[in-house]
């Protein structure tokens, strides 16, 4: 008869299990991983992993769910750093940088649009959740400051999306080095921040139009009247 486990036994093990898939996934891919592989891994019979999650589809959203706290705990960090907003902002440019460079095997991870069909998982949609959530709160104060001008939300998914291409850009090798990614980071976020201001267009050279004359009325101009002769 199998023992009884506790739930801090259990939450212990799943952890276990999403770490060492985590690197499986990482060097084989999702395809090229079985639940015999993980279990395997950690020493288990082949059917021990059952005991945890049901399928390889349900560690991976436990995967990726563990990896977006993780990421969220940093940026939540960052946002809190400061006082100035302006400061907190910097901090948490440098921080979403910090994060994907260190971890990138679960960055990539974490936006695989191959794997967007594990949907309905609870504990993953609480995770993408919240970095919704982390990836606005930093961009409020700066918009009450006037730094930024917009849509809390549509702002802060416009910078996420920007941070995100320049990480997918130095993780595929297209940027060269990480000091060159920072400045590019950089870079780009001042200019997205003007961007975000409406700038009045320039006042464009008048034309002259031609003034509309008056119609005059045609002269009726009376004929004499026919000679006789």
Request: aromatic fraction near 6%; include cysteine; charged fraction near 25%.
């Amino acid at each position: 008869m199998r023992p009884v486990l506790t739930d801090e036994e259990v939450a212990r093990s799943r952890a276990e299990v999403c770490r060492v898939a985590e690197g499986l996934f990482a060097s084989h891919g999702v395809e090229g991983v079985t639940m015999r592989q993980i279990a395997a891994e950690l020493g288990w019979s082949s059917t021990t992993a059952y005991r945890y999650f049901k399928s390889k589809e349900e560690i991976l959203a436990a995967v990726r769910a563990a990896a977006f706290n993780r990421f969220c705990d940093v940026i939540e960090q960052a946002t809190r750093s400061s006082a100035d907003p302006r400061k907190s902002a910097r901090t948490v440019g440098q921080a979403y940088i910090g994060f994907a460079l260190k971890n990138s095997d679960a960055y990539r991870m974490m936006f695989d649009v191959d794997q967007s069909d594990v949907t309905g998982n609870p504990e993953l949609t609480e995770a993408l959740a919240r970095a919704h959530r982390a990836m606005i709160a930093y961009v409020t104060p700066l918009i009450e400051l006037g730094i930024l001008d917009g849509d809390a939300k549509a702002l802060g998914q416009m910078l996420w999306a920007a941070a995100h291409g320049l990480v997918m850009l130095r993780l595929s090798g297209i940027v060269s080095g990480d000091a060159a990614l920072r400045k590019l980071h950089e870079q780009t976020m001042s200019a997205l921040a003007r961007g975000t201001h409406q700038v009045a267009p320039a006042p464009s050279r008048a034309r002259k139009t031609p003034v509309a004359l008056p119609r005059l009325a045609a002269r009726k101009t009376a004929r004499s009247p026919p000679r006789n002769p």
